[in-house]
């Protein structure tokens, strides 16, 4: 079975552009979650998808957005990019809802905010 | 609300130590908790998960843990250090709620 992929892998962007990443889970998983981990901050929670809808969400501003397709692959969109928004955003899937179930991360999207 | 703290962000062992990497939790309900590991430029794989079935959990790797409730800790431990167990180690509660992580060295 592929593992969770994430694309791209890098990402450079400047202040105030838009960055959309994208995850596409294991064969037959249907939740999705989001993470940005920086150092000193380890993960922090983005939010989770399961069967397209939103079912958590962390503590970001609304700057952060997902969506979840039928297939279940899901993209993560950040507006307007500020310095402090570089980090490795990591993508998980699991088969059932993600509070019980093991989580099988992504390699990461490393974004570079210039 | 729930949050995980894991003491120590940098932790040295020599091969062959044991070793020993804290967490706490803080759950107003009885939580899930698990351990996963992630070695330089690669994702997280998990070690090894509470679900109250057993306090004393055997991971991958010969790693384990042990659920204290009285204590809200769930410590990783493994016996003898290995060079291939550097890496940082995360603890989290319910999935969601990640501590900041300890990155564990061996020293040959």
């Known amino acids: 079975k592929a593992g969770v992929t994430q694309t791209p892998r890098y990402l450079i962007k400047t202040r105030g552009q838009q960055v959309t990443l994208s995850c596409s889970p294991i064969s037959g998983h249907r939740s999705v979650s989001w993470y940005q981990q920086t150092p000193g901050q380890g993960l922090q929670f983005l939010f989770e998808?399961?069967?397209?809808?939103?079912?958590n969400k962390g503590n970001f501003p609304g700057r952060f957005s997902g969506r979840q397709f039928s297939n279940s692959r899901s993209e993560m969109n950040v507006s307007t990019l500020e310095l402090g928004d570089s980090a490795l955003y990591l993508c998980?899937?699991?088969?059932?809802?993600?509070?019980?179930?093991?989580?099988?991360f992504g390699p990461g999207t490393r974004l570079t905010v210039l | 609300a729930q949050s995980v703290t894991q003491l120590g962000s940098h932790v040295s062992v020599s091969e062959g130590a044991l070793v020993l990497l804290r967490c706490n939790y803080s759950s107003s309900v009885p939580p899930y908790l698990f351990w996963y590991v992630q070695y330089p430029n690669q994702g997280l794989q998990l070690l090894l998960k509470?679900?109250?079935?057993?306090?004393l959990v055997k991971g991958i790797n010969g790693f384990e843990a042990e659920f204290k409730k009285s204590e809200t800790s769930f410590h990783l431990t493994k016996p003898s250090a290995h060079m291939s167990d550097a890496a940082e180690y995360f603890c989290a509660a319910h999935q969601f709620y990640f501590g900041t992580g300890t990155s564990l060295t061996v020293i040959p």
């Open positions: 998808y399961f069967s397209e809808t939103q079912r």
């Open positions: 509470y679900t109250s079935a057993a306090t």
């Open positions: 998980a899937s699991s088969y059932g809802r993600a509070g019980v179930n093991e989580q099988f």
